[in-house]
């Protein structure tokens, strides 16, 4: 099963058990952590895209490690004015398990306010 999922604003083609890093993510080392944001899903026959994101779809993931990406220099200057600055940057990522992909199907539909009037 094959899906695209949305973590932290970045799209990501993933399949059960692949490895990947994503920007930092607020879990402990260990934990499993479920994201419903999965833009499409595939299991080989059909293919289900959402608008954003597909109804009662879900992905597991497991947090491996926390760490950093190696260090970025950036450096500027002005031409004959004596001026130069460097600074380093090094961006912070976590190390995910992609452990299961599925579709809840015993979850009920949340209506949307709007579609029935009461708004004006």
């Known amino acids: 099963m094959n899906a695209v999922v949305e973590i932290a604003g970045f799209q ?7 490895v990947l890093n994503v920007p930092k993510l607020d879990a402990k080392e260990g ?3 479920r994201i419903p944001t999965v833009l499409a899903i595939s299991n080989g026959d059909t293919i289900k895209i ?11 993931v497991k947090v491996l490690k926390f760490g950093k990406y190696p260090k970025i220099l950036v450096y500027k200057y002005k ?6 600055r460097m600074k380093g940057h090094r961006q912070d990522y976590t190390q995910i398990e992609i452990v299961d992909i599925g579709k809840e199907d015993n979850i009920r539909e949340t209506t949307d306010i709007f579609s029935h009037g009461l708004h004006r």
């Not at 990501?12 to 692949?18: A, H, Q």
């Open 50 to 60: 959402g608008k954003p994101y597909v109804d009662n779809a879900y992905v597991d």
């Open 31 to 33: 934990d499993v952590v």
């Open 79 to 84: 031409k004959r004015k004596k001026y130069r």
């Open 12 to 18: 990501y083609r993933i399949s059960k058990n692949k």
